[in-house]
């Protein structure tokens, strides 16, 4: 029998109370990695930081633009001494120089494989528009990385309730060979809908105390 962990789990955090701490312009720039994070991407117009912003009942936490690709940094958002979010730069990058791209396309990759407190991704597309191939993309590095992802339809506003329901069918149907790491929903920044889903998903990876199995097996 292994010994219960010296720390506990932390208990589900108030996302109102979430607060900047820090951007990395690089992977080897990002904070201490330890606790529990969880990440959000997206194409540069998947409305990722108004999600956020939503979510927290700020609107001034993550930077919004109405030029898609402005977030070009890995910022980081204090839930809790132990507990952040994570705000990836927009992939697509709307009118950012193609070697910048590629840098950037780097950067994500290894943040993805190798951040050992990130717990979850929540990947955003625009409901009208899911599952292109920079989605893809990231689904394929997240699932190399056997990370969980929940996916956030986003602009569910922008459609009428059947056409939003059927998208969000369609994106679960072609994503059911990965069920048991992926989950899908509705959801409007605008609105404000769908955060008591994505709240349980999150407060989920938040507060996962398999964090320490994972420690007792790399020891072994």
Same mark, same amino acid.
């Given at each position: 029998?292994?010994?219960?962990?010296?720390?506990?789990?932390?208990?589900?955090?108030?996302?109102?109370?979430?607060?900047?701490?820090?951007?990395?312009?690089?992977?080897?720039?990002?904070?201490?990695?330890?606790?529990?994070?969880?990440?959000?991407?997206?194409?540069?117009?998947?409305?990722?930081?108004?999600?956020?912003?939503?979510?927290?009942?700020?609107?001034?936490?993550?930077?919004?633009?109405?030029?898609?690709?402005?977030?070009?940094?890995?910022?980081?958002?204090?839930?809790?001494? *132990?507990?952040? $979010?994570?705000?990836?730069?927009?992939?697509?990058?709307? /009118?950012?120089?193609? @070697? #910048?791209?590629?840098? %950037?396309?780097?950067?994500?990759?290894?943040?993805?494989?190798?951040?050992?407190?990130?717990?979850?991704?929540?990947?955003?597309?625009?409901?009208?528009?899911?599952?292109?191939?920079?989605?893809?993309?990231?689904?394929?590095?997240?699932?190399?990385?056997?990370?969980?992802?929940?996916?956030?339809?986003?602009?569910?506003?922008?459609?009428?309730?059947?056409?939003?329901?059927?998208?969000?069918?369609?994106?679960?149907?072609?994503?059911?060979?990965?069920?048991?790491?992926? *989950?899908?929903? $509705?959801?409007?920044?605008?609105?404000?809908?769908?955060? /008591?889903?994505?709240? @349980? #998903?999150?407060?989920? %990876?938040?507060?996962?105390?398999?964090?320490?199995?994972?420690?007792?097996?790399?020891?072994?």
């Amino acid at each position: 029998m292994s010994e219960a962990p010296e720390t506990p789990a932390p208990t589900a955090p108030d996302y109102r109370r979430a607060e900047f701490l820090t951007s990395a312009g690089k992977f080897a720039q990002c904070p201490e990695d330890s606790g529990w994070e969880v990440a959000f991407a997206g194409r540069s117009n998947a409305g990722k930081s108004s999600a956020i912003n939503s979510l927290t009942g700020n609107a001034k936490l993550a930077r919004t633009s109405k030029t898609p690709g402005r977030t070009q940094l890995i910022n980081f958002f204090t839930l809790s001494p *132990s507990q952040r $979010l994570v705000d990836l730069p927009g992939y697509g990058f709307a /009118k950012v120089p193609q @070697k #910048v791209k590629l840098e %950037w396309t780097k950067q994500l990759e290894a943040y993805l494989a190798q951040r050992q407190s990130l717990r979850g991704l929540v990947l955003l597309m625009d409901v009208r528009h899911p599952l292109q191939p920079f989605d893809q993309q990231m689904l394929g590095w997240a699932l190399a990385a056997h990370m969980p992802v929940h996916i956030l339809l986003t602009k569910a506003d922008k459609l009428k309730k059947g056409p939003a329901g059927n998208t969000l069918l369609q994106v679960r149907k072609e994503l059911k060979a990965h069920a048991d790491l992926v *989950s899908v929903q $509705l959801f409007s920044a605008l609105k404000h809908s769908g955060h /008591k889903e994505l709240i @349980k #998903v999150l407060d989920g %990876w938040l507060t996962d105390d398999s964090v320490y199995e994972d420690e007792e097996i790399e020891s072994v």
